[in-house]
């Protein structure tokens, strides 16, 4: 799946849709793809394709998962403390981190 997420305080939710889509030009089904408007961010999330799909392995939702739970501590020191409520609130809807 791809996913792109806008978020940009003051930015119109129209606007952060439209930013979204742009992010994922060029890749993945855009006939299948879902939005999801959050307080923080507008989330975008599409299938891949058939082509893009037989170069990957199959897709699984890591969150909640010990895997999940590892890729999270090695990442969150990366990221910018801005980010952090929002890949929080992403770990706890599949009961991973709060």
């Known amino acids: 799946m791809w996913h792109a997420s806008i978020s940009a305080p003051g930015v119109p939710a129209r606007v952060a849709r439209r930013l979204a889509v742009k992010a994922l030009r060029g890749v993945g089904d ?44 090695a990442v969150r020191a990366e990221l910018p403390a801005a980010v952090w409520r929002m890949a929080l609130e992403e770990l706890a809807e599949k009961g991973g981190r709060t």
């Open 30 to 73: 855009p006939g299948a793809e879902w939005h999801e408007a959050r307080p923080l961010a507008h989330h975008v999330r599409r299938r891949l394709t058939a082509a893009e799909a037989a170069h990957v392995a199959p897709v699984a939702d890591l969150r909640g998962t010990p895997e999940g739970e590892a890729r999270w501590r």
